[in-house]
Structure formats: structure tokens, C-alpha cells
């Protein structure tokens, strides 16, 4: 299966070894269809950097904070279009087919995944759900939504913020505001699975009052 664009893969990691390497195997379907691979490790002091060995086609090192880390990744990527994705979030099958028939057919130039936590639990369905809801209302996207945007867009506006926190929802405003006169973001078919070990280790009411209080101290 082919695609008219080719996208590079950013991923941020920080000791992610226990999930690592099953990510990077499930990625290699897209390395074959000419897609690239970049992965840039912010710091790991587990075996994260050594289980990329040859299922990347860049690891790179830097200073640990996801904007930093993924704007260096971008720097050097070649694709037509870049996606940002979690080291704990698996993409639909085909994602690449997805996202760039939703891009031509929606007339857009940057967009994201709908979400679905790992856990099949009836809270954390109704919490997958609700974050699809306000990502669809509002046009703001998180990153475990798998954010893709064509590079030379994400080249206009700078890349990522200079942020330690929040630097997917700038961006996604950034995005929305660039691109405001044109189509809204593409909704490509398909469903990301990001893990819910966050909302099962803290809390899942605890995980999402502190997604709201970032939030709020973000909007301030």
C-alpha cells in the first residue's frame, strides 16, 4: 500500500524500555512503505536508547521536555508531513493511508486521531470519549491524540513553543489560528490506543482534576 506524501515519525522518549521496543516493532510496516522513523530520547537512564537499535532510522539525544524533543526531531526529518506520537500510544492500522487521504479529502493541513484508553473499564471509555468531544468542539488536540501537521506549516509557525508542559495545546491553537480561514483540522478514520497507566496509577478522578488545574493555570 502506498501514499502520494511521506511522513516522518517523531517520538519523544524518556525511560520508556517497557514499551519501547512493541512500539517500534508495530512501526516497522511504516518504515517499509518508505515512511520515516525518528525517535528522540530526552535523558533515558533505563535501556530505552539501546532497544532502537535498528528499528529507527534516527535516534537522537537531547535535553529532556517534549517540545524540545520534538522540534530537534523535526529538524531533520524529510517527510511531507510530520506526526508526533507517544511512546505508549499504537496508531490504527494503515495510519498512513488515513491521514493523507483525510488531508485531501477534508482540504486540510494538519489534524489528529480520535482516542481510545487502553483500559476497557466504562470510566475510561466515557474519558476517551470526552476527550474526542472537546478535541472535535474545540479544534485543540492532546498529544496521545497523535497530532500530524505538514512540515512546512509546522516550519512556518516555529515548531513547537518553548514549553514544559501544555506545548500540545499551544500548538494546536497555533494550528488552529494559522489555519482558520481554511478547512477545519482533518478527522482521519481509525482510533489511537493510548495507554491508561497514568489515570490507573494516580487516580482516574485525581488524573483528570490535575488535567483541568494545568489546564486552567495555562489559560492564566
Known sequence: MSTS???SIVMPVRNEAGCIEAQLQRLQAYRRRGHELIVVDGGSTDDTVQLTAGLV???ASGES???RQMNQGAAGARGDV???LHADTELPEHAD???IEALAAQGSRWGWFDVRLSNPGLPYRMVGGMMNLRSRLTSVCTGDQA???ERALFEELGGFPALELMEDIAMSKALRRATKAEAK???PDGVAVTSSRRWEQNGLLATILLMWKLR???FF
Do not use: E, H, T
Open 185 to 187: 483540522p482533518a478527522q
Open 147 to 149: 497530532l500530524f501537521v
Open 5 to 7: 506524501k511521506s511522513i
Open 82 to 84: 510530520l506526526l508526533f
Open 65 to 67: 521536555g517534549r517540545s
Open 97 to 99: 493511508q488515513l491521514i
Open 57 to 59: 532510522d534516527r535516534c
Open 216 to 218: 486552567l493555570l495555562y
